[in-house]
């Protein structure tokens, strides 16, 4: 068992800034424009506010790209669950009891942002990554040689993996490994990837880290447990930050990168949204 993590910080709200109406003043004609002006806001308000609601509340509907620059969020093209194989269930369907993913891992990999530039490096033989290319970025030779003999033990099936680099120099890394049964999946995470303030295996580049609470369950879609991390200041040459993610059969790692300081909001917003594509 996993103990009890700190209490985590509130969650980033996507939220939409209020409107404020300007001052009334008392000639009539000024008076009439101002109401005017007052109902204009308040209809945009709401508007405001029901779309704030759609992209903070959304849980199991597609997943919108939640596109704002000013934030420093990345501009993500429409993102929607892939079908499923016909006569299949979802993963967390009542009459789904193994929470198995019947649709194509590599098509539950999050697309790249708007700009970004595609990691070829991850693309595999067919969109399946081999298990020594996602073993490669661990630190340790002990610990790859570890966790590689776990994945086959446990009966790993397949590895789909996504990277790209967007024009800050943040190199985004996503690996989907899929198994057998959701029990084998959550033995691994809870046992062998997370622990209470560190991940068991060191990325290469981040060998020291802290727990990450600003990835808890209310940023996550249902269904998905999550443990993140970030580097110790000061940082290697990269700053580096880190996600694991469970959701029924699959396991998600989540990896980000930048020379300086790798940020938090995109970091935040690459999380939630695959956990979404999963959950």
């Not at 849980?59 to 993102?79: C, F, H, M, N, Q």
């Amino acid at each position: 068992m996993i103990p009890p993590r700190p209490e985590a910080p509130p969650p980033l709200v996507f939220g939409v800034q209020e409107l404020s109406s300007p001052p009334v003043r008392k000639d009539r004609r000024v008076l009439r424009a101002a109401l005017r002006w007052t109902a204009a806001v308040v209809v945009f308000a709401v508007a405001g506010a029901g779309t704030a609601y759609g992209v903070t509340q959304m849980k199991r509907s597609d997943v919108p790209g939640l596109a704002t620059a000013s934030d420093g969020r990345w501009d993500y093209p429409e993102i929607t669950r892939p079908p499923l194989p016909a006569g299949r269930p979802g993963p967390f369907a009542t009459d789904n009891e193994a929470n198995a993913h019947y649709a194509d891992q590599r098509a539950l990999l999050l697309p790249a942002p708007k700009g970004a530039k595609a990691d070829a490096s991850l693309r595999g033989t067919d969109g399946w990554l081999p298990a020594k290319t996602f073993l490669a970025q661990y630190a340790d030779p002990d610990d790859r040689k570890e966790l590689g003999q776990k994945l086959t033990d446990d009966g790993l099936r397949h590895i789909a993996a996504r990277g790209w680099t967007t024009p800050d120099g943040t190199h985004t890394r996503i690996y989907l490994l899929q198994f057998d049964s959701a029990a084998v999946a959550d033995e691994l995470f809870s046992t062998d990837l997370v622990s209470y303030d560190t991940p068991v295996y060191a990325l290469d580049g981040a060998s020291d880290t802290v727990y990450d609470g600003a990835v808890n369950q209310e940023n996550l879609a249902d269904n998905v447990s999550g443990s993140a991390y970030t580097e110790e200041k000061p940082s290697g040459a990269e700053d580096v930050r880190q996600a694991y993610l469970k959701a029924g059969d699959t396991l998600a790692l989540i990896v980000q990168s930048r020379k300086g300081a790798a940020k938090k909001v995109p970091f935040l917003q690459t999380v939630a949204l695959q956990s979404q594509l999963l959950g």
